[in-house]
């Protein structure tokens, strides 16, 4: 695998992790905003009120969420870029050492930039 598609794979993972996490809060925020509002209550107001408990509710898990799912996708992503990336070549002692680092350096974004175009 690439590293542009592991680290799609792990946003994409991170990313539903969160949005599963805002569902489940705004579930429960509307049943528990339903089951809080009094029977002589109007239906449209009931409605109403688990609505703006059910926004509550979601962005609060959600936010809960985040207190675990940041470090978790500081930690994928430095797992990602320390396995993909290589040292740097060492300083060049001639003209003719650089010129052939930078003839390389060429070749290699090349071949990447292929890589993408396929």
């Known amino acids: ?6 680290d ?3 946003s994409a993972m991170i990313e539903g992790a969160s949005m599963a996490s805002a569902l489940i809060g705004g579930a429960a925020g ?7 509002t009094p029977t002589t209550w109007s239906a449209t107001v009931r409605l109403l009120f688990a609505g703006a408990v059910a926004v509550v509710g979601a962005v609060t898990v ?5 207190l675990v799912l940041v470090p978790l996708r500081r930690l994928l992503m430095t797992m990602i ?3 993909t990336r290589s040292s740097a070549p060492a300083s060049a002692n001639t ?6 680092q930078v003839a390389i350096a060429t070749a290699h974004r090349a071949a990447n930039a292929a890589h993408r175009i396929d």
Do not use: K, P
Not at 30 to 36: F, S, T, V
Not at 95 to 100: N, T
């Open 81 to 83: 870029r320390s396995t």
């Open 8 to 10: 799609t794979v792990a």
């Open 95 to 100: 003209l003719g050492e650089a010129l052939a």
């Open 1 to 6: 695998m690439t590293a542009n598609f592991r």
């Open 30 to 36: 509307a049943y528990i905003g339903h089951q809080l």
């Open 62 to 66: 959600d936010a809960l969420a985040e």
